[in-house]
């Protein structure tokens, strides 16, 4: 019997996406997954066609050269007697629009996020407005509004809450790290018009601040794991929003983010003084000798050398590693720290290679290229998050076969397999705090010496598969249960 393929248009928003501009990992997602959404509808018999876009800001750190082009769509958005003009410009990554929100007000501030996030109000809620406008205008009408994190969760709250305009009927909410919830933008809602949530089960605190508006428009919450789904129900993870996760408990929906296998592919990656791949890790040494002459450290292989790539932000726990490192200074092992962020983490980060110059780097910035050579060159990851909904540095230094120490929490515990060894991929610990940290450090640095444990290990954690195929077909999954829901309704 023939099935009857399925035609849904999916309008998917971010606050940054790959390769126009990344902070952290939604914009890898928001770069990999309609990609990898969009590869699902292959012709050799799949059922589902997707017709997926992307909306992003034109952020002011964004490539000025897609400007070039004339905007697909020129509008304001209208508040009083103020009018905010926007153009919007497009480019196609295979087969995929994306579409790039320029305005005075949108690439006012050089950050992309700003720590006051006040300076951020007025970007997002005029990004939000415009970006869910912008259909109509080009007579496209998206069966789901697919919104992440706060910064596009406004275009979710308006879609439900303006009987005047016409509606995009289904709605889901990828939910990234649940405690920034746009707290602090109060006064550009008010400038937007953008009124309160009048959902009677939010608490009143929560109705003014984006994300938890989002959260209550939507037919789905993706939190980005499975173990996340389930923390967010409880006091802590959930940011005082426990009870009203517990109460829509039936639309919460856990699924892991992926990486993207070509750009993180040890064997192909250009980044590398030298590629390899599982059945042969002799390249793995040669970037971390090239690594050792570049940071002036000893050139050995029996040393392991630890790495961090991360937001400096307390939630990664860059503390903990700092305080970690000094409790194992007797040991043996180099140390290169990449990351930008929180200055006093910086600034601790920076402290600690000044105690022990011969054997920590501290680099504090952004830097692409180097974070590729990092997984490539280092043996261990250092990853101690306080929380990490998904996490993808642990991902990708598993493909790399840099085995991570994290703590055993969200996304880390759904990705890292500790025990037993014909599985295990990295280590896991429970307690956030130095001395736990340090511990499992230990036992990791042990595992090391041992060649042939080790090799079993950084092949286990090679062979994982975190691609995003399977993610996008569960998330498509998610697209039809909600379309199907809706018509019953
Ligand atoms: P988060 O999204 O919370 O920042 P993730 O682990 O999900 O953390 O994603 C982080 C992504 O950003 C990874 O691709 C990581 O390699 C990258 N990254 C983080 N900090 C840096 C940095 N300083 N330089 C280069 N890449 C970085």
């Not at 501009?21 to 799949?46: E, F, H, M, T, Y």
């Not at 087969?95 to 949108?106: A, E, K, M, T, W």
């Not at 029996?302 to 700092?322: C, E, F």
């Not at 504090?364 to 490539?376: I, M, P, T, V």
Request: aromatic share 10%; glycine share 6%; proline share 6%.
């Amino acid at each position: 019997m023939e099935k009857k393929t399925r035609k849904i248009s999916v309008y998917f928003l971010a606050a940054e996406a790959v390769p126009f501009i990344k902070v952290g990992g939604l914009g890898d997602v928001a770069g990999a997954l309609p990609q990898a959404l969009k590869r699902l509808q292959k012709p050799n018999g799949s059922l589902l066609t997707l017709d997926i876009r992307v909306a992003i800001p034109y952020h002011f750190a964004i490539d000025q050269k897609y400007k070039e082009q004339s905007p697909v769509s020129s509008f304001s958005i209208t508040r009083g007697n103020l009018q905010y003009p926007i153009k919007v410009f497009e480019k196609i990554i295979d087969g995929v629009p994306f579409y790039l929100f320029d305005s005075d007000l949108i690439g006012k501030t050089e950050k992309v996020y700003n720590l006051d996030a006040s300076m951020d109000g007025d970007k997002f809620t005029l990004f939000s407005l415009a970006a869910l406008r912008f259909p109509q205008l080009i007579h496209w009408k998206p069966d789901i509004l697919h919104i992440n994190d706060w910064h596009t969760a406004i275009a979710a709250h308006i879609n439900r809450m303006d009987s005047r305009r016409e509606k995009i009927p289904f709605s889901i909410l990828t939910l990234h790290n649940l405690p920034f919830m746009g707290a602090g933008i109060e006064s550009s809602l008010v400038k937007f018009r953008v009124p309160p949530s009048d959902d009677p089960d939010l608490p009143e605190w929560a109705r003014i601040l984006p994300l938890p508006m989002g959260l209550a428009s939507v037919d789905r919450i993706i939190p980005v794991s499975p173990s996340y789904a389930r923390e967010i129900l409880k006091k802590d993870a959930g940011c005082n929003l426990h009870f009203f996760f517990r109460k829509n408990d039936a639309k919460i929906t856990g699924i892991l983010n992926g990486i993207d296998p070509e750009t993180w592919n040890p064997q192909t990656d250009p980044n590398l003084a030298q590629n390899y791949g599982i059945d042969d890790l002799s390249g793995k040494a040669q970037n971390k000798r090239t690594l050792q002459a570049e940071f002036h450290f000893s050139k050995q292989d029996d040393i392991p050398l630890l790495i961090m790539v991360s937001r400096m932000d307390t939630q990664k726990g860059v503390d903990l590693i700092v305080d970690g490192l000094r409790m194992i200074a007797e040991t043996p092992w180099q140390a290169i720290l990449l990351g930008s962020g929180d200055p006093n983490l910086e600034e601790a980060c920076l402290a600690l290679a000044k105690i022990f110059p011969k054997r920590i780097r501290a680099i504090l910035r952004f830097d692409s290229q180097l974070s590729h050579r990092l997984y490539a060159g280092g043996d261990i990851l250092m990853m101690p998050s306080r929380y990490e909904p998904c996490g993808l540095s642990q991902m990708i230094a598993m493909r790399y076969g840099c085995i991570p120490v994290a703590r055993s929490t969200g996304g880390l515990k759904d990705t890292i397999s500790s025990h037993p060894l014909k599985e295990k991929t990295g280590y896991l610990f429970s307690h956030a705090k130095p001395a736990d940290f340090s511990k499992a450090l230990l036992t990791a640095i042990s595992d090391f010496k041992n060649c042939s444990r080790w090799e079993k290990i950084q092949q286990n954690a090679m062979q994982k598969d975190y691609s995003w195929d399977q993610s996008a077909a569960e998330y498509a999954r998610v697209y039809l249960e909600v379309i199907d829901k809706g018509k019953e309704q």
